[in-house]
């Protein structure tokens, strides 16, 4: 079945780093993937989408310089996270969409979780 | 406005009970889409079960069924059987317009537990 694989799944880091997160579409392409963030008991809520050859299209309140989106292939969305503080700290999550009896359903990565120090 | 509304935080059910867990949404689209996603402690989000908007029966996928009542704009996930491995956030998402890859929106979410 289609698997997106994310990773690293779990990274800590000190503040003022950047750290890069990637989402790998295994079986099957995407021009599209999407980005989410979600902080402890809270649900999801999309960051940006990431377009495949074009630029990512952020959420209202995103700031594109702090989170910088590469769709360098239709198979590889890359999420940096620049000069990371304290409040980037966030479990992240990618998507693809994919064909489900002809509709399309968001298949995710299995998340990473960011702990800024 | 809020478009997804899950009001139920928390839900405690006997093992090998029904539960249902309410959703009901907001859209003005005639073209939409409803998912339902759980999500263990892990983190990972796995889908469940779809339901279009122009689709006339309920959709349902072994255990779980979606209660689809259209007027009062509400797609409610059934679980027959609770396992304990079903203990797990579950969370409601919509997406309006028809085709392409629309961005999903989601609901607070539904905490389940099965209890032994």
């Known amino acids: 079945g289609a698997v997106v694989s994310q990773h690293p799944s779990w990274v800590i880091c000190k503040s003022g780093t950047s750290v890069k997160i990637e989402c790998r579409s295994l079986d099957f392409q995407a021009t599209t993937m999407f980005w989410y963030r979600q902080f402890p008991k809270q649900s999801l809520m999309l960051m940006a989408t990431s377009n495949e050859g074009s630029k990512a299209t952020y959420e209202q309140g995103v700031e594109k310089d702090k989170f910088l989106i590469n769709h360098a292939s239709l198979t590889l969305s890359t999420l940096t996270v620049t000069s990371a503080h304290p409040e980037d700290s966030s479990f992240y999550i990618c998507?693809?969409?994919?064909?489900?009896?002809?509709?399309?359903?968001?298949?995710f990565g299995a998340g990473s979780r960011l702990t800024v120090l | 406005a809020q478009k997804i509304t899950q009001t139920q935080p928390g839900m405690f059910v006997q093992e090998k009970e029904a539960v249902t867990l309410d959703c009901t949404y907001d859209t003005s689209d005639q073209s939409y889409g409803l998912f339902w996603y759980k999500q263990p402690s892990s983190g990972e989000m796995i889908f469940l079960i779809y339901?279009?908007?122009?689709?006339?029966q309920n959709a349902t996928e072994g255990r779980y069924s979606l209660n689809f009542q259209k007027a009062r704009k509400s797609a409610n996930l059934v679980i027959s059987a609770s396992q304990l491995g079903d203990s797990a956030m579950y969370f409601c998402a919509m997406r309006e317009g028809r085709g392409g890859a629309q961005k999903l929106v989601f609901g607070q979410g539904t905490r389940l537990t099965i209890n032994p």
């Open positions: 339901q279009g908007s122009y689709d006339e």
């Open positions: 998507s693809a969409p994919r064909d489900y009896s002809g509709a399309n359903v968001l298949t």
